[in-house]
């Protein structure tokens, strides 16, 4: 109820504010949707939402599985986390930008280029919130499951991974925000389909409605996503949590 | 199958770069069906002995030969349980392989049976420790190790469990070592009761019970606590006149 009100008010704001500056730079909200319908008639919205999306879904994957992965070890092990952290560090400062365009000259304009430009600039994020929560870990339990002679996959599944799933959870949620950012540049720049090539035609037609109502789909389908699928696995790995008021 | 336990030594640094010794040599062996009590000062290193004893500690000098593949049956100090584990599945995961009778009975005997679903949050300490006792009877061990187990419940419960542990050792040919700060646990419970110097700990003497457990009535019970009550102070009077 309240999320309608409050996205109600949002509408509300955007048409008072078309009023005021007028059809090209701010096209009001009738005039998106009528782009928006027309668009999806063809087929074309779709399709561009269908490229950028598996593209997310790919780079995400990649990027949480390998970052998970290496954060996890950068936690346990001394060695690797000496080893590991000038990357880090130069990863996690690097602009998207940089690994973008290097990753479309040096692998060309393809898919896997774009795909791992997009996960190598997740990946990071990824680590340092999995080795925190390595680091975290609470050397007791580990304790008890040497004690009781559990096997190292039943250890990791029922001791340790409860451990890491809100850090899991928080690597998914800031580094999904990040992939839907940076992917539409990737697009922009390199590829022939996706919401973000629409968006590069869009501004260089000057084509505001039509640069609306690709974007405005594109952060609908986040929301869906987000309150269908990284919530309800927030929720599911805190249960146990007594809740707060 | 016997327990061997022969250390020679341990030593601890701190963060400021000081050495501390925590052990000093201690050596005993416990065999099948005994029941060994470490009694002590707190922060004796009681549970750095258990620790080493359990093979998580392996920065020390000298021995521990535990019998090969034995099967450990702990209670901690603090329950450590699975906060998002379920009371039956935290059992459950530290022993696959028991069935669902033994189960049953086992969380009857401990009172458990309501709380089965609870989440260890959702418990009283009281609880937690007796799903702590009920995790190691579960896994039916060759050795149990009970690092204080009957702290901070009430009398009568203490009481019971305590017969329970007693039921579980007789029942099975287990070692057991158990650590206490109560005299009364350690002569009910305990075949042979290791006395323990303050930090670095040593063995300040080994005081064996020679009636059996079961036939400990409260008589015998009352007479062996006011031997050793009379023996420490002995010992101590002894110590202040050297």
Known sequence: MLRLLSFALFLAIWWIAALFVGGVKLPSPPAVLQVMMAEAASGALFLHLGATLARVVLAFVLAMSLGSAIGYLMGRVKLADRLGDPWLILLLNLPALVVIVLAYIWAGLTEAAAIAAIAINKLPTAVVTLREGTRALDRSLDEMAAVFAMSRWRAFRHVVLPQLAPYIAAAARSGLSLVWKIVLVAELLGRPNGVGFEIGVAFQLFDTPRLLAYSLTFAAVVLVIETLLVQPFEARSTRWRPRAA | ?242
């Open chain 2, 1 to 242: 199958m016997r327990l061997e336990v022969d250390i020679t030594g341990k030593t601890f640094r701190s963060a400021a770069g000081e050495t501390h010794e925590v052990l000093a040599p201690v050596r005993f062996s416990l065999g099948v069906g005994e029941v060994g009590v470490l009694v002590g000062p707190s922060g004796c290193g009681k549970s750095t002995m258990l620790r080493i004893i359990l093979g998580l500690d392996r920065d020390f000098q000298g021995d521990v030969t535990r019998p090969p593949n034995a099967r450990i049956g702990m209670v901690f100090q603090e329950p450590r349980l699975l906060p998002w584990r379920s009371v039956e599945q935290n059992v459950r995961l530290a022993a696959p392989e028991i069935d669902e009778a033994k189960l049953t009975e086992l969380f009857r005997i401990l009172e458990l049976d309501a709380h089965r679903s609870h989440f260890p949050g959702e418990l009283s300490l009281g609880l937690a420790r007796r799903v702590a006792l009920a995790r190691a009877f579960a896994v039916e061990p060759d050795l149990l190790v009970l690092d204080e187990p009957l702290a901070s419940l009430d009398d009568a419960l203490a009481g019971r469990l305590r017969e329970e542990i007693a039921t579980l050792v007789a029942s099975r040919p287990v070692m057991t070592l158990l650590v206490t700060h109560s005299l009364d646990d350690a002569v009910r419970l305990g075949d042979r009761l290791f006395f323990l110097s303050p930090r670095p700990a040593r063995i300040l003497a080994e005081v064996p019970i020679a009636i059996p457990r079961a036939a400990r009535g409260e008589a015998e019970i009352a007479a062996i606590k006011a031997g050793l009550v009379r023996r420490t102070q002995g010992e101590r009077a002894g110590r202040d006149v050297s």
